[in-house]
């Protein structure tokens, strides 16, 4: 699903539009209604909306195919969010999604999940359970997105699941990892381009991240992104060498950054110490 075209958008009951990256000038003369959930109803420039196709005619919806494509042939971002399979009304589902994006972290309190940013959804796949999941979607049978490779994807919901799901610990601590962990992936795009970023790279990063925090005792943001991206570029074992553990040891007792540490430390000077990683990998399982 490479490109949308007008059958494929005739599939979708409803569209998700996210008004910090469309500006209001191309969707304000469609059929639409905010989702915002009732703690947020003073910010609603800045939560999405959710444009109901099936109000459209054919030749709307063709006109609406056409703008999408102008726009995504211009930007970055898409500009539909997310395309939604459902027999739902506008009012079950925003009512739906407006109850998902704000989720109960382990200290009580309500946070937004923003779900419908293809950037945060993709990786929901992977942390979330199989019914949490269903939970999630509730009254959709398909959520469309765009991905980072500019193609389309769906998911599918297996089961209706009327259940209120919540994040374990160690999900939650992955969701408020999520913007840090984009960021990982995007720098590898850069600099790796033939690693396939995919939902494997994306579990791999953020274990890393976890580690780099409390293993490694790392803090700043800039050190943990470059200790994720050491391991995925170079080698999974290459903070055992001894010179990485040292320069860790220098950040841990604050001596200097991990990234000043390692800033004598080129791609080249890197390869080799991978190569010594994996030579002393290989000796101690033989």
Not at 136 to 143: E, N
Request: charged share 25%; proline share 6%.
């Amino acid at each position: 699903m490479n490109a949308l075209y007008h059958r494929s958008l005739e599939e979708h009951a409803f569209a998700v539009v996210n008004p910090l990256q469309v500006p209001p000038a191309q969707w304000r003369d469609l059929p639409h209604r905010p989702l915002v959930p009732k703690t947020l109803a003073a910010q609603p420039h800045l939560l999405p909306i959710l444009v109901d196709l099936g109000q459209m005619d054919a030749t709307s919806r063709v006109g609406l195919l056409e703008r999408s494509e102008r726009w995504d042939r211009g930007y970055d971002e898409p500009f539909f969010s997310a395309l939604l399979t459902t027999d739902a009304t506008d009012s079950q589902v925003a009512q739906h999604l407006t109850r998902q994006m704000m989720v109960r972290g382990p200290a009580g309190g309500e946070n937004l999940l923003r779900l419908f940013d293809p950037r945060v959804f993709r990786h929901l796949r992977w942390l979330l359970t199989p019914m949490q999941l269903d939970a999630l979607l509730g009254p959709i049978d398909a959520w469309t997105w765009r991905d980072q490779h500019q193609s389309w994807k769906q998911q599918l919901r297996t089961t209706r699941v009327t259940m209120h799901w919540r994040p374990s610990g160690v999900q939650w601590d992955s969701l408020a990892r999520l913007g840090l962990l984009n960021r990982v992936l995007k720098q590898l795009g850069r600099v790796e381009p033939a690693l396939v970023c995919d939902d494997d790279l994306a579990q791999r990063a953020d274990r890393l991240l976890r580690e780099s925090w409390e293993v490694q005792g790392l803090v700043d943001e800039a050190d943990r992104r470059i200790f994720a991206e050491q391991a995925l570029r170079f080698h999974a074992d290459i903070h055992r060498h001894p010179q990485l553990a040292q320069r860790l040891a220098q950040a841990r007792a604050g001596e200097c950054s991990y990234v000043g540490a390692c800033s004598d430390l080129d791609d080249t000077s890197m390869r080799g110490l991978a190569r010594q990683t994996a030579q002393d990998t290989t000796r101690t399982i033989a």
